[in-house]
């Protein structure tokens, strides 16, 4: 006979839920707070608000530097993720698969971004593209080309990451019974391994995008005079006014993530992406 649970671990179990209840509350309470801001009818901030508008959101459409800079760090997220899964998938197969010297070393080397300054990363890119400038004569800084393949450097270790760990679980009795039914290596890694860690690889695409989309540190030294990013149109003009605008390009900005994700669970579970 099972019996029922002590009252020790009903509180237990009670005190468990409650945590677990206060860190989604605490987690989710800025997203509600800025898009509960993005409706105010107040151009100054006050407490309660004296109504609700969608003027914000309206005003959007005349705001060229949110646009434009939307787009830029649209492009420049896609293309990064794109060099970055190319580089990381590879590169994660050799690190879990073969055995060779140094493959800590360059592990390390490849999650080196993460502990990096991301504003030492700009500076020292932006250094680097005025020389190759000089000595080639070939615009680096400004373009949308060498803004993504910047945003690689940021892109590369996420996706080493949750690639690497998708690896790790997989067996590799399963590569080897296909290599052994005769499939070529190409055809072991295209037709059994990838579609094992096809999780991993949504995983760290959508990691890959969000840093990219998101960065600052980084675009602020390698965008040329009147080009822009999201978060640098962002920062321009909080530096000259603060009203719920804000607000609303930031809830745009999470409405963009949310549909990312939910096309993402169209065709991955997020239940096996996370």
């Not at 080397?109 to 593209?129: H, N, R």
């Not at 409405?255 to 239940?271: C, E, G, K, M, P």
Request: proline share 6%.
């Amino acid at each position: 006979m099972v019996r029922g649970r002590s009252p020790g671990e009903r509180a237990g179990r009670a005190a468990y839920n409650l945590a677990v209840a206060g860190g989604f509350v605490f987690m989710v309470m800025p997203i509600l707070l800025v898009l509960w801001l993005s409706f105010f009818s107040n151009e100054i901030l006050t407490f309660p608000p004296d109504g609700y508008s969608l003027r914000w959101y309206k005003g959007l459409v005349d705001q060229q530097q949110f646009i434009s800079g939307f787009m830029t760090s649209l492009q420049v997220a896609v293309l990064a993720t794109a060099l970055g899964l190319v580089v990381s998938i590879p590169a994660s197969l050799a690190l879990t698969r073969l055995e060779f010297r140094g493959r800590q070393t360059i592990l390390q080397l490849l999650l080196a971004p993460l502990v990096v300054p991301a504003i030492v990363i700009g500076t020292s890119l932006y250094v680097l593209f005025v020389e190759i400038e000089i000595a080639t004569e070939i615009p680096a800084v400004g373009s949308v080309v060498g803004l993504s393949l910047a945003h690689v450097l940021i892109t590369i270790p996420w996706c080493v990451r949750l690639i690497t760990a998708n690896l790790v679980g997989v067996n590799p009795a399963i590569e080897e019974a296909a290599a052994s039914l005769g499939a070529r290596p190409a055809t072991v890694v295209f037709k059994v391994t990838l579609p094992l860690i096809w999780p991993g690889i949504v995983a760290a695409a959508l990691f890959g995008f969000v840093t990219s989309f998101g960065n600052l540190e980084i675009s602020l030294f390698l965008i040329a005079p009147g080009q822009t990013t999201l978060p640098i149109a962002i920062l321009q003009y909080l530096a000259w006014k603060i009203d719920p605008t804000i607000a609303a390009v930031s809830a745009m900005q999470i409405l963009v993530i949310a549909a990312a994700l939910l096309i993402t669970d169209r065709f991955v579970s997020l239940s096996r992406v996370v």
